[in-house]
């Protein structure tokens, strides 16, 4: 796989980051990058954070890219994600989105030879279905990385649907992209107090990401992922119902992943391993009527962690700086 055109075109003096700092989080596992943009805005709102994950398959490399869609916080404010404690955010353009694929496929950790697949996820920090750049980020990184497969996961809000339709326009001329959707639970009012309880008028409704799934599968033939979540914030709800599960989100068409989630404000107290009973149970029931359940449990999971989990901290000895 060969990327130096795109590294080309968006690092060094065409990149829009006057630093890099990266460390390693888990050897051969994950890394995390803080990318600061060339601005004089105030130094929190310029850093991007991005992720590398890697699994080594027979001697190769899968590696997945987590790229940031929104800087300074998130249009929406999951309480499971640290954007709850954040400022709303302000769309990254699409230059910027490339940027920071580019320059993690320019770091010592990603070489082209032991490669066997990329893929580039919106699983950083943001609401993808707020910023129609990020449409536009994965038509030119298409261009440049013609075997890499793109991942967008949103939690379904209202103002979403210009996104999702030019999404569907470009992935029904066969670009590779895997849509999941935040699902949780299947009731509209479990799921709108659990994720945003502040604002749950922002979401979708579980039908209309029903309807968008349909239509995802209809045109592009890849299955649609959703998230079925355990955890305190679903602990009083009623238990998943399998027939409404398959009407809404039928398994030719769909892939249940089963996740473990906290409120950011309950991370300190529970134990995520107390609900792996009734995820197991779960599990147990779809994989008898004809689903593929994937387990995903994102960095951090254990600490209330989403797929927008970012890394406060490190020691500074591993922390590794480039000025560019």
Not at 95 to 113: D, R
Not at 164 to 182: H, R, T, W
Not at 257 to 268: G, R
């Amino acid at each position: 796989m060969n990327f130096s055109s795109l590294i080309e075109k968006h690092t060094g003096a065409n990149s829009p980051f006057i630093a890099v700092d990266h460390a390693v989080l888990v050897r051969g596992k994950e890394t995390v990058f803080w990318m600061t943009l060339n601005s004089s805005e105030p130094l929190e709102d310029r850093i991007l954070q991005a992720h590398l994950d890697t699994e080594e398959n027979h001697g190769l490399l899968n590696h997945t890219i987590r790229v940031r869609t929104q800087r300074r916080g998130c249009y929406l404010k999951c309480q499971f994600c640290k954007a709850s404690e954040m400022l709303s955010g302000k769309n990254v353009p699409s230059e910027q989105i490339v940027a920071q694929a580019a320059e993690i496929l320019k770091s010592y950790l990603v070489k082209p030879s032991e490669i066997q697949s990329l893929t580039i996820s919106t699983k950083g920090l943001g609401e993808p279905f707020v910023n129609k750049a990020v449409v536009e980020a994965i038509a030119e990184m298409r261009g440049f990385l013609p075997d890499a497969n793109f991942v967008v996961s949103s939690s379904g809000p209202k103002a979403g649907q210009p996104v999702f339709d030019a999404l569907l326009g470009i992935a029904g001329k066969n670009v590779p992209i895997d849509l999941e959707f935040s699902v949780h639970h299947f009731d509209d009012t479990v799921r709108g107090h659990a994720l945003m309880p502040e604002n749950p008028k922002l979401l979708w409704s579980v039908s209309k990401l029903s309807s968008l799934a349909e239509q995802w599968y209809a045109k592009t033939q890849r299955q649609v992922r959703f998230t079925i979540a355990f955890g305190p914030a679903f602990s009083n709800a009623q238990p998943i119902d399998l027939g409404i599960c398959k009407e809404l989100f039928p398994p030719e068409s769909c892939v249940p992943q089963l996740t473990l989630l906290a409120p950011k404000s309950e991370t300190q107290r529970w134990n995520p391993y107390n609900f792996m009973p009734e995820l197991q149970r779960v599990e147990r029931m779809l994989l008898d009527s004809g689903y593929s359940p994937l387990r995903f449990f994102p960095p951090g999971f254990n600490e209330g962690g989403s797929c927008g989990t970012l890394v406060d901290k490190v020691a500074e000895q591993e922390l590794h700086h480039i000025e560019l």
